[in-house]
Nanobody
Framework: QVQLVESGGGLVQPGGSLRLSCAAS????????MSWYRQAPGKERELVAS?????????NYADSVKGRFTVSRDNAKKTVYLQMNSLKPEDTAVYYC????????????WGQGTQVTVSS
């Protein structure tokens, strides 16, 4: 069975940091682009960051998080991470892990999400 399990969310003050983890199982992790999405109450789900795999890993970020967030992956551990620094209240959301098969737009897997709350 395919599983994506997020962890690492919590409550943090503005300017603080958190590291999210997403542990994957049940599929060939290295064949998937891994991404982090987030959804705040009353807002649409948005792409935060993504990372490819294989030779020359590539990353991309939403403009709102560039310079503050860093996405990385460990294929041996089948885990993707999101290091979040200089957090702002507008970063408050449920963060979801997504796996997208390289060879099909129709093959996606989602985790259940982890809550991040940035508040003083």
């Amino acid at each position: 069975q395919v599983q994506l399990v997020e962890s690492g969310g919590g409550l943090v003050q503005p300017g603080g940091s958190l590291r999210l983890s997403c542990a994957a199982s049940g599929f060939t992790f290295s064949s998937y682009v891994m991404s982090w999405y987030r959804q705040a109450p009353g807002k649409e789900r948005e792409l935060v960051a993504s990372i490819t795999s294989g030779g020359g890993d590539r990353t991309n970020y939403a403009d709102s998080v560039k310079g503050r967030f860093t996405v990385s992956r460990d294929n041996a551990k089948k885990t993707v991470y999101l290091q979040m620094n200089s957090l702002k209240p507008e970063d408050t959301a449920v963060y979801y892990c997504n796996a997208h098969y390289y060879y099909s737009d129709y093959v996606h897997y989602w985790g259940q999400g982890t809550q991040v709350t940035v508040s003083s």
